[in-house]
C-alpha cells in the first residue's frame, strides 16, 4: 500500500468506527476456491471483516489478489464456498440465488469499471432498468430514475444513449441506476479504472457526498493510492487473505480538490454511434 496511507492501528478499526452493534457488512472466515478440474484457485482464504454503516472503504491489492472475488459476494453476485455472511444481521451465505438476488435488489447498489449499460437505451431507462425488476410501479420507475440521475448531476442528459456521453458521465449514469432503489449499500470494483484523473476526483466527489450526506455505506476497489485517500479506511489483500486494515490518516476531500484541477473540456461526447447499428458492447 502506498506511503500515503498513513498507518494507524491495523487490527478493529471497523469497530472504532461503529456508531451501532450490527455491522452492516460482517464476514466470517470466508473462502472461496474455484474448482477449474485439474486445478482448485484459492481465490480467498479465510477473510474476517467487519464493515459499519457510514464507512468508506477502500480495498487494494494486487491484481488476482481476490478483491473482486469478494467484493461479488459482499454484492450478493456469487458465494462463499465457505465461511458465514452476514448483511444487516441476517446471514444471506444460506440464502439461494434467488433469495440473494432479492436481497441485492433492495438493499445494494453495484458500480463497474466498466459501466455496464445497455448501449440502444437511453440514460433514463438504463436507470429505471432495476426499479422494474423490484416490481415497483410504472408511474413511480421514471420519478426515481430522474431523481437519481439528478442526484448525480445528469438531469440534462436523461435522454442520451451512452455512446453520446463521456466516460465520466455513463458512469454517473451508472452510479444512478445503483442509487434508483435506495440502496444502504453502494459496492464499486474500480469505478475510476477507465477514467481521467479530473473525471475520477468528480466520481469520488459524488461517492463521498453519497457517503456523508445520505449516510450511504461505500466500499470501492481501487488500484490507485490517490483514490483509496478519499476513503475513511483502506484494506490491503495480498493472496487471498488481508494483509492491512487502517484508518486514512489526511483523507482527500474531492469538493477542496476540484477546484485546484485544471477545467475540462465541457460536454465532450466521445465517438456518437450509429442508432441502427448493433448493440454491440451491451451488457446486462
Ligand atoms: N470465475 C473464475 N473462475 C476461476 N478462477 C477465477 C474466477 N474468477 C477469478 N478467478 C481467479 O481468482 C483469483 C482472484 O481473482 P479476482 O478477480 O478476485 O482478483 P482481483 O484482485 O479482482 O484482480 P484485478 O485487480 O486484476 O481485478 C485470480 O487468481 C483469478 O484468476
Ligand atoms: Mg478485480
Redesign the pocket.
Known sequence: MSENLSVSQASAVGASLAVDDTPTIRLEGIYKT?D?GEVQ?H?LRGISLDIYRGEFVAIM?A????????MNIVGCLDKPTRGRYFLDGKDVSVLSRHDLAKIRSQKIGFVFQQFNLLSRTSALENVELPTIYAGVPPAERERRAREALARVGLSERTGHFPSQLSGGQQQRVAIARALVNNPSLLLAD?PTGNLDSRTSVEIMDIFQRLNSEHGLTVVI?T?EPDIAQYAKRAIE?RDGRMKKDVLIQNRSIAAEVLPTLPSPDEDLVQGVENPNGSRNGAAH
Open positions: 474455484y477449474l484457485v481465490a491489492g491484481s488476482g489478489s481476490g478483491k473482486s472475488t469478494l474500480e476497489v488500484h489483500f
